[in-house]
């Protein structure tokens, strides 16, 4: 377990405990019964850290003045950092380990803010931290004026310190509607602007208390009592929401500028426990086939080596977005780096294993806008051997001299980032485009991927100097590409194939579009999931990884087609990077450059238009496997292509 005690370890009370165990519990049982109970607790002093989005206040016309009163910090520290008073205490009930509801008090910190903004300005000097009534868990963060013009929420938390500190990791600092209307833009409301930290002093909480251990219910582990059954690893993503963070030389519709959209994504573990029940009703991949739910761990980078493979293993994190452009193409348009995940809340379980770095059965987390947009937890996906979630530490962002020894990551606020030009998703060029973002965890053990994200719909609207992302909104599991064209189809106009590999699964989609005057386009789109070839040197913990690279090459047989208006799309706008096109012996092969293999996590997009319509039976594309090794390509089978099609008429 970790150094650290979770706040569920501080969940049982030993005199509760001996009472059960009285009435004839187990202890296990005891201290099950004892984490149900709604524990109070209260603390005081500490600090607060702020970490603001400050491209993004400064769009929303706010001017921060001096952070009067912070500490002065070491090197590379993104937060001011404030100290809070001793004289004020907040109290909070705790049930199944878990932070149920402010109940009353405040922190107040020593120090502030005077804010400008068009509306006048904001006193948030001496900043108070307020239960706001009726609301389970958020803080309204209260000024001199008595004013609450933001607020806290989606708090990640954990007892440290031999349980003596609470220490909230992470906790986004969000515009009120008060502060919305006072800017003059009500559809702002509800964004986050600043990420919290926070670490304060524990003053009450149940005497006497007793540590709950968790099974280790690990994937591949045997299940106790049903032979030949075993835990198995299955995360499903169960919301999303995305938000503009950032942009640079943004002028609007049309625009060269960069901008910069996150997410919070909230996942759920499998629910399962010998039978087979909806993780996410009413999605056709809600069910997982993992008929028992392995623990999935979930261990900070660089806080040690623990079970079940002696490393801090986590999950990780990323998001894309698409264009589904009005003449039925589909472009990838935008892709984030690697989330490294931290820890878990383990909310609304069914199963709690009693570990904040150890998500149970039925448990659920939430990582937020704030630390999706965190120097300190972002890294390249390079980095990852994605098919199995194995992270190489070596000579990474975080490790660059392989001493295990975390250093800064030389990160800036628009590196690993999804970043997306302007024009990629407005103006004139954009009419009839609709989008989709992506987002996925990575878990290792995972037996579906494809459970494990989601997409939802997108809009965006310029506001100010700020784009809105509207939409949010029809959720479904699965990859962007399987809303291009169905996972099933098998049709003369649309086929889409799943490659899975032990080094990876891979998808490719294709549409055959009739033009019209004897013309068809034909589309294939190529998302690679997860494969990789990975070259590596060492092993876990101290594992390097030299080259994770994906695919090279995609070949198509086409017979004796004759081709014309022949493309290639990585989302980019980058002409120097593309993919070139040859056509021999009846094939069209699409080549890539050294610097742009069709790595994990990335869909291209490949056309050509032609004189035949499809016909009723597919062929095998091929597949170049970029890193050398055998074998050195690969089929998918049930492919369109015009190879097998009367000419049009």
């Known amino acids: 377990m970790s150094s650290s005690n979770s706040k569920v370890l501080a969940a049982a009370t030993l005199a509760g405990a001996m009472a059960f165990v009285g009435a004839g519990f187990t202890d296990a049982q005891a201290a099950t019964a004892n984490a149900q109970k709604t524990q109070y607790w209260s603390v005081s002093g500490g600090t607060v850290g702020v970490r603001w989005n400050r491209e993004l206040v400064a769009d929303l016309g706010l001017v921060l003045g001096r952070a009067d009163g912070a500490r002065v910090m070491q090197a590379g520290s993104e937060f001011d950092t404030f100290d809070l008073g001793s004289t004020g205490s907040l109290y909070f009930d705790v049930r199944n380990g878990n932070l149920q509801n ?36 958020i803080l309204d963060v209260v000024g001199n004026d008595g004013q609450a013009w933001f607020f806290v929420d989606r708090l990640m938390y954990e007892l440290i310190d031999n349980k003596q500190r609470l220490a909230v990791r992470t906790m986004d600092l969000r515009i009120t509607p008060a502060l919305a209307a006072r800017i003059g833009q009500p559809v702002v409301a509800g964004w986050t602007v600043a990420e919290l930290q926070m670490t304060t002093d524990v003053l009450r909480q149940g005497p006497g208390m007793e540590t709950l251990v968790a099974d280790a219910r690990w994937h591949g582990t045997p299940v106790t009592g049903v032979p030949g059954a075993t835990y198995e690893a299955d995360l499903f993503m169960s919301a999303l929401n995305f938000q503009y963070s950032r942009c640079d030389s943004c002028t609007g519709a049309g625009g060269n500028g960069r901008a910069v959209f996150t997410p919070a994504s909230t996942l759920r573990n499998n629910v399962n426990n010998g039978t087979a029940a909806p993780t996410i009703a009413g999605d056709p991949l809600g069910t ?45 348009i935008g892709r984030s780096g690697v989330k490294h995940a931290f820890l878990t809340l383990n909310t609304a379980c069914i199963e709690n294993p009693g570990n904040d770095h150890i998500l149970g059965r039925g448990c659920s987390d939430v990582y937020s ?53 302007e024009s990629q998703f407005s103006g004139p060029d954009r009419a009839g485009a609709t989008y989709l973002f992506e987002s996925w965890y990575l878990a290792r053990g995972d037996v579906n991927v494809l459970n494990s994200m989601a997409t939802t719909r997108a809009t965006f609207t310029r506001s100010g100097s700020v784009w809105v992302v509207g939409g949010n909104d029809h959720y479904k599991l699965g990859p962007a590409i399987d809303r291009w064209v169905e996972s099933t189809s098998r049709g003369n106009s649309a086929t889409s194939s799943d490659l899975n590999t032990a080094e990876g699964r891979i998808k490719l989609a294709a549409r055959a579009t009739d033009l019209g005057g004897g013309r068809w386009r034909y589309d294939y789109a190529v998302m690679n999931l997860d494969f990789a070839r990975a070259q590596t040197q060492g092993a876990e913990p101290n594992l390097r990884v030299i080259s994770n690279a994906g695919i090279n090459s995609l070949s198509i047989p086409v017979g004796s087609a004759t081709l014309s208006d022949i493309a290639f799309s990585d989302g980019d706008l980058d002409a120097t990077n593309d993919w070139t096109a040859s056509i021999s012996n009846g094939v069209i092969t699409w080549s890539a450059p050294n610097v742009n293999p069709l790595n994990w996590g990335t869909m291209f997009r490949f056309s050509f238009i032609t004189d035949k319509g499809p016909g009723a039976v597919q062929i095998q594309a091929s597949l170049g496997i970029a890193n050398p090794g055998s074998p050195q390509s690969l089929s998918v089978s049930g492919v369109l292509s015009p190879i097998t099609a009367r000419a049009a008429r």
């Open 102 to 137: 402010f109940v009353s008090g405040a922190l107040q910190a020593r120090g502030g803010y005077v804010i400008g903004s068009s509306g006048g300005s904001l006193d948030l000097s001496n900043f108070t931290l307020r239960p706001r009534p009726g609301s389970a868990v």
């Open 288 to 332: 997982s086939t993992a008929l028992y739910a392995a623990n999935i761990p979930w261990y900070a980078k660089f806080s040690g080596n623990f079970a079940p493979y002696n490393n801090d293993q986590h999950p990780f994190l990323i998001w894309n977005l698409y264009r589904f452009n009005a003449d039925g193409t589909v472009d990838q």
């Open 369 to 421: 806008v704030s630390n999706n947009d965190s120097n300190s937890a972002q890294g390249p996906r390079s980095e990852i051997i994605p098919a199995t979630n194995v992270w190489g530490r070596c000579g990474s962002v975080y490790d660059t001299n392989c001493d295990g020894v975390s250093n800064t990551s030389g990160l800036g606020n628009y590196d690993q980032r999804l970043v997306v030009r």
